[in-house]
T-cell receptor
Framework: DADVTQTPRNRITKTGKRIMLECSQT?????MYWYRQDPGLGLRLIYY???????NKGEISDGYSVSRQAQAKFSLSLESAIPNQTALYFC?????????????FGPGTRLTVL | GQNIDQPTEMTATEGAIVQINCTYQ??????LFWYQQHAGEAPTFLSY??LDGLEEKGRFSSFLSRSKGYSYLLLKELQMKDSASYLC??????????WGAGTKLIIKP
């Protein structure tokens, strides 16, 4: 089984709809991240959480919110989706206990907002 | 501002060697990562450098020069499965990962 899973894998929605993307991990990592990836651009950090009670805004948090329900679960919500939020969304985790703090990624969710 | 530059696309021949360069300007430096990403898939970790020099891992090697703000990823004995995007990322002074846009590597037979 995959260590980091994301649901749904693909989603098409309409402008103004509320959308939730979910991420679960079995790696036992404390740190979790949400990124979006657009063609020709690098991964951009939306939100991150270093433990269940810690939530931090990333580079592009406007229009998004998150919930850390448990160590293993981190959800990303789009309260009112707009077309420029069409992108590939990745969840990632890291253990935060090593110098490298390597991030491990889920398979991604491809979101299309019409 | 923070900036990471990589070539957009490179082409190489199966069995050959290719070097993918990355230059960076960031607020602080706590390490540089290389990730591989096949089309439509998740990035996967390849290497990490925090000290100057070359780190070798099988067919892949990564080099860092902190004074020059420069790194490269060297891929030897190229295989068709190496066709992918290669992402350079720097951990800045706030321990945030700053990502380059990636280099798409095309391998030809």
């Amino acid at each position: 089984d995959a260590d980091v899973t994301q649901t749904p894998r693909n989603r098409i929605t309409k402008t103004g709809k509320r959308i939730m993307l979910e991420c679960s991990q079995t790696k036992g990592h404390d740190r979790m991240y949400w990124y979006r990836q657009d063609p020709g651009l690098g991964l951009r950090l939306i939100y991150y959480s270093f433990d269940v009670k810690d939530i931090n805004k990333g580079e592009i948090s406007d229009g998004y919110s998150v919930s850390r329900q448990a160590q293993a679960k981190f959800s990303l919500s789009l309260e009112s989706a707009i077309p420029n939020q069409t992108a590939l969304y990745f969840c990632a985790t890291s253990d935060g206990t090593t110098d490298t703090d390597t991030q491990y990624f889920g398979p991604g969710t491809r979101l299309t907002v019409l | 501002g923070q900036n990471i530059d990589q070539p957009t696309e490179m082409t190489a021949t199966e069995g050959a060697i290719v070097q993918i360069n990355c230059t960076y300007q960031t607020s602080g430096f706590n390490g540089l990562f290389w990730y591989q990403q096949h089309a439509g898939e998740a990035p996967t970790f390849l290497s990490y450098n925090v000290l100057d020099g070359l780190e070798e891992k099988g067919r892949f090697s990564s080099f860092l020069s902190r004074s020059k703000g420069y790194s490269y990823l060297l891929l030897k004995e190229l295989q068709m499965k190496d066709s992918a995007s290669y992402l350079c990322a720097v951990l800045d002074s706030n321990y945030q990962l700053i990502w380059g846009a990636g280099t798409k590597l095309i391998i030809k037979p």
